[in-house]
């Protein structure tokens, strides 16, 4: 009998011993999949991905940090990532390590697919640590004073079970793509095998295994606003499913997510390239002509924030010109300049308030 007091030693092996696919399950699975396969061609059609994959990837990092009771606001997020300077605090740092471990994430899945490893390597960039698997016991999960569960304990029991959930992932077992990562997220949280960053670890997982799986070409869908915005429906879900073994009311809770972010990720887009052609349009009317380029507005939509470095780096203008360029810039609207620490930074307005709505 499970006892929420006691280390979950016996978190059943995977897969489940219990249907998955029900009738219910498998038509929100149809749905969600069609709104991500839209989503991928939509994204495919967009000359410059950097515009999204930077902007959606800072958010979902605010987002999923957030969720850790980690709070910085946009603005600080996107001026320490653009400025690259020591001055941020140590939140807007955390969350700027969690982008960063999502982004190594990414660009190494072809060298290290999903494993124990790779688990550890987020959490070790999130962290700024060197910690691994937990090895000592007492780790809680509490609300209210009131344990709520208490997670496997002892290194060797937590890595059989990460090897177990490494061949799930990685079985050709014929189980629905987004069906298997509900079960994979469930099980990887239900696991806790580190003494702190499992959360953030385990949607990094996420995003990186819908990659993995060619469900997605970038990492442009984050399931962490969806959480924040059902939390209470989320931590009851997975308790069900420890609890009660209800798969079909977690996993239906994880489908429905992945819709309803892909709906929204997909509005994103279109919102933001649709401001991207208005601007370049609007640049070619007011700037002078030695000033306009296609290849300059378009950086602008790379992230928020933009200044003489990204100019030069483009190969678009040698700095005192690439300066004279964004003056330019902010004499016509577009953009707005800002101090911080030695350097001037440049804010995409428009761009900004479309992130933040």
Request: charged fraction near 25%; include cysteine.
């Amino acid at each position: 009998m499970y006892n929420p007091k006691e280390a979950y030693n016996e978190l059943p092996l995977l897969p489940p011993q219990k249907e998955l696919e029900t009738k219910t399950v498998l038509k929100q699975a149809i749905s969600a999949t069609r709104v991500l396969a839209e989503l991928k061609g939509r994204a495919n059609e967009i000359p410059n991905q950097s515009m999204l994959v930077n902007a959606i990837t800072l958010q979902e990092a605010k987002d999923s940090s957030e969720i850790e009771n980690i709070v910085t606001t946009q603005d600080s997020l996107y001026q320490a990532f653009t400025a690259n300077t020591n001055i941020t605090d140590a939140q807007t740092k955390e969350v700027l390590r969690y982008r960063q471990a999502l982004w190594e994430g990414y660009n190494n899945l072809d060298k290290r697919p999903l494993a124990t490893n790779t688990f550890i390597s987020i959490v070790q960039t999130i962290k700024e640590n060197d910690a691994g698997i937990r090895k000592t016991t007492g780790t809680r999960i509490t609300n209210n004073g009131k344990t709520i569960y208490t997670p496997p304990e002892g290194e060797k029991t937590i890595r059989d079970l990460l090897k177990n959930l490494e061949d799930f992932i990685h079985a050709d077992d014929g189980l629905d793509g987004l069906v298997k990562l509900a079960v994979m997220h469930y099980q990887f949280e239900a696991i806790h095998p580190f003494p702190d960053g499992n959360g953030r670890t385990g949607r990094v997982l996420n995003i990186l295994f819908l990659v993995e799986k060619g469900l997605l070409d970038a990492p442009i869908l984050y399931l962490s606003k969806y959480i924040i915005d059902n939390k209470n429906k989320y931590y009851k879900s997975l308790r069900r499913v420890t609890e009660n073994h209800d798969w079909e009311e977690w996993i239906l809770f994880m489908l429905k997510g992945i819709e309803v972010t892909g709906v929204y990720t997909l509005d994103k887009i279109n919102t933001i390239n649709a401001l991207m052609q208005e601007t370049i349009a609007f640049a070619k009317e007011k700037l002078p002509a030695r000033v306009y380029s296609k290849e300059l507005i378009e950086l602008l939509f790379e992230q928020p924030y933009c200044k003489v470095k990204f100019i030069v780096d483009k190969g678009i203008a040698k700095r005192q010109t690439a300066a004279e360029y964004l003056q330019e810039l902010e004499k016509i609207g577009i953009l707005k300049s800002q101090k911080v620490g030695v350097e001037n930074l440049y804010l995409n307005v428009n761009l900004f308030e479309v992130l933040r709505e």
